[in-house]
C-alpha cells in the first residue's frame, strides 16, 4: 500500500528553527510537494522537489532523498504566523497525489 | 484574478438529499481536483479531470459523481447524502500534473 508518515504535532519557540519530516512508501515518485495550511483555511504551495538535495526559499527549505523515501520542511526563524499545519504530499506513478496526515506545528513566545 | 472559487462554503444536509458543490477558476488551467479532509488524515482524492470532457475516479469516488462540460468548472454532485460525507471538501487546478495546485476555499458540509 502507499503510505506517507508524518509526526502529528511539534511546538517550537519563536526565532528557532524547526524541522518537520516527511517518510513514504508509494507505487512510483514523481516528485514531493510541501503545502502549508492554516486552521480552516485551504492548503498554500511551500515547495516541490523531484531530485535529490536542498531547494532554499527563503525562510523556508526542503530536502529530499529518493533512494531513503525520506523528505524534510526546515522552518528558520520562525515567527508566529507559522503556526499551521504542514502537509507532506507525494506525486505517484499514476500522477496523483498521496498526501500526509499533516504535521500540525505550534510556536511559542 | 479570483483563482479557484467554491460554493456554498457552509452547507448542512439531511440524509438522502442531494446537492452540487460548485468550483469554478479562471486560470485556464487543464487540470481540475475534488478532496475531501476528514479530521487527523491526509486529504483523499474524490474525482480529477485532465480537460473539458474528461473525468476520472480518484481514491473515494463512491457516492459522489463530477462533469467537466467547460475548462473553468468541475462541479460535484452528492445524490444521496450519507453521515460518512460529513467532511471538508476542497477543490483545487492545476497547470498541468507535475505543477503545484491551487485550492479553493473549501466547503464545509454536515450530513445529520
Known amino acids: 500500500g502507499q503510505n506517507i508518515d508524518q509526526p502529528t504535532e511539534m511546538t517550537a519557540t519563536e526565532g528557532a528553527i524547526v524541522q518537520i519530516n516527511c517518510t513514504y512508501q508509494?507505487?512510483?515518485?514523481?516528485?514531493l510537494f510541501w503545502y502549508q495550511q492554516h486552521a480552516g483555511e485551504a492548503p498554500t504551495f511551500l515547495s516541490y522537489?523531484?531530485l535529490d538535495g536542498l531547494e532554499e526559499k527563503g525562510r523556508f527549505s526542503s530536502f529530499l532523498s529518493r533512494s531513503k523515501g525520506y523528505s524534510y520542511l526546515l522552518l528558520k526563524e520562525l515567527q508566529m504566523k507559522d503556526s499551521a499545519s504542514y502537509l507532506c504530499?507525494?506525486?505517484?506513478?499514476?500522477?496523483?497525489?498521496?498526501w500526509g496526515a499533516g504535521t500540525k506545528l505550534i510556536i511559542k513566545p | 484574478n479570483a483563482g479557484v472559487t467554491q460554493t456554498p462554503k457552509f452547507r448542512i444536509l439531511k440524509i438522502g438529499q442531494s446537492m452540487t458543490l460548485q468550483c469554478t477558476q479562471d486560470m485556464n488551467h487543464n487540470y481540475m481536483y475534488w478532496y475531501r479532509q476528514d479530521p487527523g488524515m491526509g486529504l483523499k482524492l474524490i474525482y480529477y479531470s485532465v480537460g473539458a470532457g474528461i473525468t476520472d475516479k480518484g481514491e473515494v469516488p463512491n457516492g459522489y459523481n463530477v462533469s467537466r462540460s467547460t475548462t473553468e468548472d468541475f462541479p460535484l454532485r452528492l445524490e444521496l447524502a450519507a453521515p460518512s460525507q460529513t467532511s471538508v471538501y476542497f477543490c483545487?487546478?492545476?497547470?498541468?500534473?507535475?505543477?503545484?495546485?491551487?485550492f479553493g476555499p473549501g466547503t464545509r458540509l454536515t450530513v445529520l
Open positions: 508509494t507505487s512510483g515518485f514523481n516528485g
Open positions: 522537489n523531484v
Open positions: 504530499a507525494v506525486m505517484d506513478s499514476n500522477y496523483q497525489l498521496i
Open positions: 483545487a487546478s492545476a497547470r498541468d500534473s507535475h505543477n503545484e495546485q491551487f
